[in-house]
């Protein structure tokens, strides 16, 4: 039976883990530090989830909010336990979470060239927008570990 539960910073290891075994995670060594992904929950306490069989975590939902929009980061699940409705049942409790909150919308960012991510986001309803440009700019650099 599949367990669901607000993330807390003891879940790190693992999810560290989960995310590495998923093919296409930007990750880096700044923001997915167990000290950035500390600050990211102090900051979220309610809106982060994991999803645990037999206390293994084989999911994951990263999702905050600036209090005015939600934003959801690093979505997985264990690639052997995909097709299982985890990934969908994740989405759920972090937008119902954020709606709790107040927050109205939500937007996340998904690589281009991760097809089966997209397809997920769009089966889930999100949709994609032509009309905007997605820029950022470094603060500190960083070493990204693509995986």
């Not at 991510?117 to 905007?132: H, P, Q, V």
Request: glycine share 8%; hydrophobic share 35%.
């Amino acid at each position: 039976m599949i367990k669901y539960r607000i993330m807390d910073i003891s879940d790190y290891e693992q999810v560290y883990r989960l995310w590495l075994s998923c093919a296409g995670m930007g990750l880096n060594n700044l923001d997915d530090s167990k000290d950035g992904i500390k600050r990211f929950l102090d900051r979220n306490p309610d809106t982060c989830f994991v999803a645990l069989e037999q206390e293994k975590i084989i999911g994951v939902i990263i999702a905050g909010n600036d209090g005015r929009r939600g934003y959801i980061y690093h979505t997985a699940v264990d690639p052997e336990q995909r097709h299982r409705g985890i990934a969908t049942r994740l989405v759920n409790e972090a937008m119902g979470a954020l709606k709790a909150l107040g927050i109205n919308k939500t937007a996340l960012v998904v690589f281009s060239k991760n097809e089966g991510g997209n397809a997920f986001w769009e089966k889930s309803g999100f949709t994609s927008r032509d009309d905007l440009v997605y820029r950022n700019k470094t603060i500190t650099e960083m070493v990204r570990i693509d995986t």
